[in-house]
C-alpha cells in the first residue's frame, strides 16, 4: 500500500529546533534553490498562482491539486501530499487571495525539497474537515510532523518566491546605460 507524504506541522509541535548554527547555510541554499527554480519556471506577469503551478506540472511532468479546505482554529492552514501519481495541495478557501498564495507557495516549497513527514489525521477527521472530498483522499492530508528547520526552509522559499512573484521588474528606460541599467535589465531578465 502506499505511503503518503504529507506536510504540515503538528499544531502541538512546533516542529522542534532549529539548528541556528545551520541557518546561513539553510538561507543560501533557500536563495539558491529559487534562483534556479525561477530560472527554469519563470513567474507569469502578470502574477497568477494558477499559472505558475500550471507550469511547475509541465515541468515537473506531475499534476498539482489544488484543493481549498474550511479552516478552523487549531487546524493546519495548509498541508501537501505527494500521492503515487499527483501530487495534493490543501489551503485554507475563507482567506485572502495573498493569503491563499503564500500557503500554497508555503507547501510547494515542501514539494520541491521533499521534505517529509509522520501522518496522523484518521479518515473520519478527513472527512469532517473536507466533506466534499473522498476521505481517503485527505486522510492523511492534513497532520504531519515535520523538523523546525523543514518549516523555517518552507517559510524561506515561500517568502522569497512570493516577493519575486508580486514585485514588478523595475523600469528600465529606452536608450538607459551604465551599471545601475545593466543590473536593471538583468533583474528583469531573472524575473521574467
Same mark, same amino acid.
Given at each position: ?6 506536510? !504540515?506541522?503538528?499544531?502541538? %509541535? ?7 548554527? /545551520?541557518? &546561513?547555510?539553510?538561507?543560501?541554499? @533557500? +536563495?539558491?534553490?529559487v534562483r534556479a527554480l525561477l530560472a ?19 515541468? !515537473?511532468?506531475?499534476?498539482? %491539486? ?7 482554529? /487549531?487546524? &493546519?492552514?495548509?498541508?501537501?501530499? @505527494? +500521492? ?48 466534499d472530498l473522498a476521505p481517503r483522499a ?55
Amino acid at each position: 500500500m502506499f505511503a503518503p507524504r504529507c506536510t !504540515r506541522l503538528a499544531p502541538a %509541535d512546533r516542529g522542534g529546533p532549529i539548528d541556528e548554527h /545551520g541557518l &546561513p547555510a539553510l538561507r543560501h541554499r @533557500a +536563495r539558491e534553490r529559487v534562483r534556479a527554480l525561477l530560472a527554469a519556471v519563470p513567474l507569469p506577469r502578470p502574477w497568477s498562482m494558477n499559472a505558475w503551478v500550471d507550469a511547475l506540472e509541465a515541468w !515537473r511532468g506531475r499534476e498539482i %491539486d489544488l484543493v481549498p479546505i474550511a479552516y478552523r482554529p /487549531g487546524q &493546519p492552514s495548509g498541508a501537501w501530499q @505527494a +500521492r503515487p501519481d499527483y501530487d495534493l495541495i490543501a489551503y485554507t478557501e475563507h482567506t485572502s487571495a495573498l493569503h491563499q498564495d503564500h500557503i500554497i507557495a508555503h507547501e510547494l516549497a515542501h514539494m520541491l525539497c521533499a521534505h517529509t513527514g509522520t501522518c496522523l489525521l484518521s479518515e473520519a477527521e478527513a472527512a469532517e474537515l473536507a466533506p466534499d472530498l473522498a476521505p481517503r483522499a485527505l486522510s492523511h492530508l492534513l497532520t504531519r510532523v515535520t523538523t523546525g528547520t523543514d518549516e523555517y526552509e518552507a517559510e524561506l522559499i515561500a517568502v522569497l518566491l512570493l516577493s519575486a512573484a508580486t514585485s514588478e521588474p523595475p523600469a528600465v528606460q529606452p536608450g538607459a546605460s551604465g551599471r545601475a541599467a545593466d543590473q536593471a535589465r538583468r533583474l528583469a531578465a531573472l524575473l521574467g
